[in-house]
């Protein structure tokens, strides 16, 4: 168990100082990273509960009866789970702490909540087959639906994000579809090792490749998405059977 | 009638599908005017389609002052953004509320529709078994669902239909439909109460009322399917 601080440079510390929160994790879950980053954004202090997934403990169980997975994080007791539940949660829940992930109006919210349902579904689904498939084949396939997915998410941000000189989904500073997008670029190197293939490639997403970078640089990421990956390619073998 | 009309609302959608009446019960709900275009998928994909949504090329599209909005769920967060002082709020207002509504909206879209739509496209006996007994622990999940939700009362919402309430219930008739011809029934009154009870309710409401599809046509569109 580890108590985590924010990162101070966030300037004004949310004073959540009346609330207690935990979230249960595994330390190179993308979903779990995404809640870690906009708990960093938001500048609120929790404690972190790392999760055995072969051995879950009583509280996850308790926590997230209907799907047992993470992350899940709890509120003065209170279980959230899903990882684009908890992050529409924190903007709720924490509305004066400076950052919001959704944008104020409506049809641009409409837009992020769009792209972040696309990216878990086009992209996340894929990962999870590249991961847990068994043959190369089928890694291999689900790479080239992830690697078209990008194609897609980059004319979109050519279209809007890059013609409007923003450097994130989220406009001058890191949103949902940032966080949802990004949470993802570890596991792009890893996969890169694990099967040869580039899921972010600038010469083919010049664009992407170059808010992968702006986005890894936030002082909320640094730390948080898995960067050694030859630890994550052993840890993901004791899953595999 | 709220605003939304003066051709400012479209909905592109198709008449049997239980998405595009999500929406057009949240709309209803809100006392909404919109203009209907019926699309013939999957046959033709209309220009308005490609260009609203060059994505999925799905429906339904929700067009609000030109700006087209994809995806149910997405379309019934922005309804109750962008017409928030009008009519019943979709969302509780409790920020874990909503968080609680969104998390079972999400289940029904993601574990408890896919699981009975193996039951839609099964064709022999044993496959309806098979994919009848798949479906039950999600429907028992979401009589628990309802019992946590409801707090006693008549929806998942409340006292009034919510998010919830319109995403589960958006497929009550299909799911009349498919019992039919199966022999099944998925929210059977003596092991599933809450939810028999709840559809009923559902039924009765005068925005489904206005906008729920024609069970006989949907029951002739399925039996077509089954016979192809």
Not at chain 1, 64 to 74: D, F, Q
Request: proline share 5%; glycine share 8%.
């Amino acid at each position: 168990m580890a108590s985590s601080k924010p990162k101070k440079e966030f300037g004004n510390m949310t004073d959540a100082s009346g609330d207690e929160l935990k979230l249960l994790g595994v330390w190179d879950s993308p979903y779990v990273n995404r809640v870690q980053i906009v708990l960093n954004l938001k500048g609120i202090s929790y404690e972190y509960i790392e999760e055995d997934l072969m051995n879950k403990s009583d509280l996850l169980l308790r926590s997230n009866p209907v799907h047992k997975k993470v992350p899940v994080l709890i509120h003065n007791g209170k279980p959230i789970a899903e990882s684009q539940v908890i992050v529409q949660y924190l903007d709720d829940a924490f509305p004066n702490a400076g950052v919001l992930l959704l944008p104020s109006d409506p049809f641009e919210r409409a837009v992020a909540r769009f792209w972040a349902v696309y990216v878990d579904d086009k992209v996340g689904s894929p990962w999870y087959t590249i991961l847990f498939a068994k043959e190369r084949e089928e890694k291999l396939e689900a790479a080239a639906r992830a690697i078209s997915a990008m194609e897609t998410i980059e004319a979109a941000f050519r279209e809007k994000n890059a013609a409007e000189g923003a450097p994130f989904f989220g406009g001058d500073g890191i949103g949902f579809v940032d966080v949802v997008l990004g949470s993802y670029l570890g596991w792009f190197r890893v996969i890169e090792k694990m099967i040869g293939v580039r899921i972010l490639d600038a010469a083919r997403t010049p664009l992407l490749a170059a808010w992968a970078e702006r986005f890894e640089a936030a002082d909320a990421v640094r730390g948080v998405l898995p960067d050694d990956v030859d630890k994550v390619i052993d840890f993901l073998q004791t899953f595999l059977h | 009638m709220a605003g939304g009309g003066g051709g400012e609302l479209q909905l592109l959608g198709t008449w049997s599908s239980p998405w595009v009446i999500r929406v057009r019960v949240a709309l209803a709900m809100k006392g909404l005017s919109y203009e209907y275009i019926e699309q013939d998928l999957p046959n033709l994909k209309s220009e308005l389609l490609l260009r609203s949504n060059p994505v999925h090329k799905k429906v339904p599209v929700l067009i609000h002052r030109g700006q087209p909005v994809c995806e149910s769920l997405v379309i019934l967060d922005y309804v109750d953004d962008a017409w928030a002082s009008v009519g019943p709020p979709l969302l509780p207002a409790d920020p874990y509320d909503r968080a609680t509504a969104r998390f079972w909206a999400n289940y029904i879209n993601d574990t408890f529709v896919p699981s009975w739509r193996v039951l839609i496209r099964s064709t022999t006996a044993e496959q309806r078994a098979e994919a009848f007994k798949s479906v039950v622990p999600h429907v028992e999940t979401l009589e628990r669902a309802f019992g946590e939700c409801s707090k006693g009362k008549a929806f998942f919402g409340g006292d009034a239909a919510g998010l919830v309430d319109v995403a589960l219930g958006g497929h009550l008739v299909w799911i009349r439909v498919v019992d039919e011809v199966s022999g099944t029934k998925l929210f059977d009154e003596d092991r599933f109460p809450g939810l028999a009870a709840w559809a009923e309710r559902f039924f009765d409401l005068d925005a489904v009322k206005q906008v729920m599809h024609d069970a006989g046509e949907v029951l002739k569109l399925y039996k077509g399917f089954l016979a192809k």
